[in-house]
């Protein structure tokens, strides 16, 4: 029995031989709870995080009308550029600020975040520095990293190829939530710089860089912007009616916070020089440009034209003061203004020389 016991365990399929190391994912395991119990923002709405089956968060009080927020998003194939690059320190970034970007658009304040990280085979080093990367960004963007899953798909994805999305939980007041509900004729856009590509049209811009040296690769993996810590900061002084998150669709993000009887008339700016240089390798068009890529704007607000001068003032000391314009090359500006459409055929969206 015993030498017919033996045998079965050495002509066993296990696990570890299917492709899933349960012993290096338990370590793993243990590192993300290690991070976690660290001092985190909301730390007193902590019930439960990293451990249980699900993680409990009390709500905040003293809001008249709170609504939950909730967003959901990815990175796209920016993440196979840093496989490449094997350069993951931004990744996590990437994902939270795509999450959290577009929960500030709402008016509301973050509160927790989940994440979700497949790979093919568990890599500690890769995804430590993946995990590190997203507590930082959370610890940030004022978020409590509650939680999240670790998948090791073996057959699915290959070599050190892996994918992740995010989970942004948020609250707002409803009565104070920014939206199209807000804005009026007249209103003023302003144009907030992005870090770069962000996280969008990473399938083209992979395609257009294919022949760059490593180094140029590197400075493509240049974080998407977090944009809560100038939100939260600006709109305890300013009435911001509504934002747009620019990610995939470029400027096409902005009549979704316009009402539909009005379009937005918009001055044309000069692109930054990485943009021109993606335009010039690849022969885009300006209008494809503008509906692929952020084009250096990341965030645009509308304001009341009376708000206009303390909004481009607080957004110049801000970017400045961050090095985004000095990277990118670019200032935040009056993006244009909104006006009611003559007939309901009426384009969105209308260029204007400057």
Not at 9 to 18: D, G
Not at 183 to 210: E, Q, T, W, Y
Not at 242 to 270: D, F
């Amino acid at each position: 029995m015993n030498n017919f016991r033996a045998n079965a365990r050495k002509s066993a399929i296990t696990y570890k031989n299917a492709g899933v190391d349960i012993v290096k994912g338990d370590e793993f395991v243990d590192w993300i709870g290690s991070r976690s119990n660290k001092k985190s923002p909301h730390q007193s709405q902590i019930v439960e995080a990293v451990g249980g089956f699900a993680s409990l968060f009390r709500l905040p009080k003293g809001i008249k009308n709170p609504c939950i927020i909730s967003c959901t998003d990815g990175v796209g194939t920016k993440v196979k550029l840093s496989v490449e690059l094997k350069h993951y320190e931004g990744i996590g970034q990437d994902l939270v600020a795509m999450c959290v970007n577009d929960l500030m658009c709402t008016g509301g304040s973050p509160l927790f975040f989940l994440d979700y990280l497949a790979m093919g085979k568990l890599d500690l080093n890769q995804a430590k520095h993946i995990l590190a990367s997203i507590k930082q960004a959370c610890d940030d963007s004022d978020l409590a990293l509650i939680g999240g899953e670790t998948a090791e798909m073996p057959g699915v994805y290959a070599g050190n190829d892996f994918d992740c999305a995010g989970f942004a939980v948020g609250v707002v007041d409803e009565k104070k939530r920014w939206g199209a509900h807000n804005v009026k004729a007249g209103d003023v856009l302003i144009a907030l710089p992005s870090s770069g590509f962000h996280s969008n049209g990473f399938s083209l811009v992979r395609k257009i860089f294919a022949n760059e040296s490593s180094a140029f690769k590197k400075s493509l993996l240049m974080p998407t912007f977090l944009y809560v810590e100038f939100l939260e900061a600006l709109k305890k002084k300013i009435k911001i009616k509504a934002a747009a998150h620019i990610t995939g669709s470029g400027i096409e993000n902005i009549p979704r916070v316009i009402p539909q009887s009005m379009y937005c008339e918009l001055t044309k700016w000069e692109f930054p020089e990485l943009f021109k240089k993606a335009q010039s390798k690849a022969g885009i068009g300006h209008d494809d440009m503008l509906t692929t890529f952020n084009c250096g704007v990341g965030m645009v607000l509308v304001v009341s034209k009376k708000d206009k001068a303390s909004v481009l003032k607080a957004a110049q000391l801000y970017f400045n003061k961050k090095n985004v314009i000095k990277n990118i090359q670019m200032s935040p500006f009056e993006l244009g203004s909104v006006k009611i459409k003559k007939s309901k055929k009426d384009r969105d969206l209308v260029f204007v020389r400057p």
